[in-house]
């Protein structure tokens, strides 16, 4: 049972570079959403999609882009790092938003700008 | 607004002990769920439970137990006979009418059990 598959799991990036974060979920799930976690800090939503071809802003979308061209894959998009974007970054998917609907989470992706 | 306040950072005990994790919320809503995860070291979250706010009573699976209390916007964890292996980061979240696009964390508490 696969769930929720990110990758890379490290990534060093110089300041200025771009790359993308790759998430895949095999649960059919319809809704798929991107957190960053800070050091002492909990999680905090940065892009969210409602279904292929919807995406939505969270709380703290600047710096990134995201796309949902299938159910199953949502990428996130780093155009130019800065080190404010270090950080850990998970890919979560769920059933639907109905309320109390559990989020499955991946295994994170440790990303570090220098 | 919606916020999460987990005011322990970090709690170590030693094995079998009993241990509790604090979970202190803020809403606005009337309904809305309650939830903790578990990081262990390996990096990925957890599910472990989710309350909805019309449900005050407490909870047991195993080791584990949940009292929720309206009256002091709390949702505390309690593990009996801690082990080792529940060593880890656990998360209180928060969702309120729009779902898990509105899922707010708090900043966790790191959890060492000490053999």
């Known amino acids: 049972n696969a769930g929720v598959t990110q990758t890379p799991k490290f990534r060093i990036l110089k300041i200025g570079q771009s790359m993308t974060l790759q998430c895949t979920q095999d649960?059919?799930?319809?809704?798929m959403y991107w957190y960053r976690q800070d050091p002492g800090m909990g999680l905090k939503l940065i892009y969210y999609s409602v279904g292929a071809g919807i995406t939505d802003k969270g709380e703290v979308p600047n710096g990134y882009n995201v796309s949902r061209s299938t159910t199953e894959d949502f990428p996130l998009r780093l155009e130019l790092a800065a080190p404010s974007q270090t950080s850990v970054y998970f890919c979560a998917s769920s059933y639907s938003t109905g309320l109390g609907t559990e989020a499955f989470f991946g295994q994170g992706t440790r990303l570090t700008v220098v | 607004a919606q916020k999460v306040t987990q005011a322990q950072t970090e709690i170590s005990v030693v094995e079998k002990e009993d241990v509790t994790l604090d979970c202190v919320y803020e809403?606005?809503?009337?309904?809305?769920?309650l939830f903790w995860y578990k990081q262990p070291p390996s990096g990925e979250l957890v599910f472990l439970i989710r309350?909805?706010?019309?449900?005050?009573q407490n909870e047991i699976s195993g080791r584990y137990s949940w009292n929720f209390q309206k009256s002091t916007s709390s949702f505390n964890f309690t593990i009996t006979a801690s082990q080792v292996v529940d060593s880890a980061v656990y998360f209180c979240?928060?969702?309120?009418?729009?779902?898990?696009?509105?899922?707010?964390f708090g900043t966790g508490t790191r959890l060492t059990i000490i053999p």
């Open positions: 649960m059919n799930h319809n809704y």
């Open positions: 309350r909805n706010s019309f449900d005050e």
């Open positions: 979240a928060l969702s309120a009418n729009f779902g898990n696009e509105k899922l707010t």
């Open positions: 809403t606005r809503d009337t309904t809305y769920y």
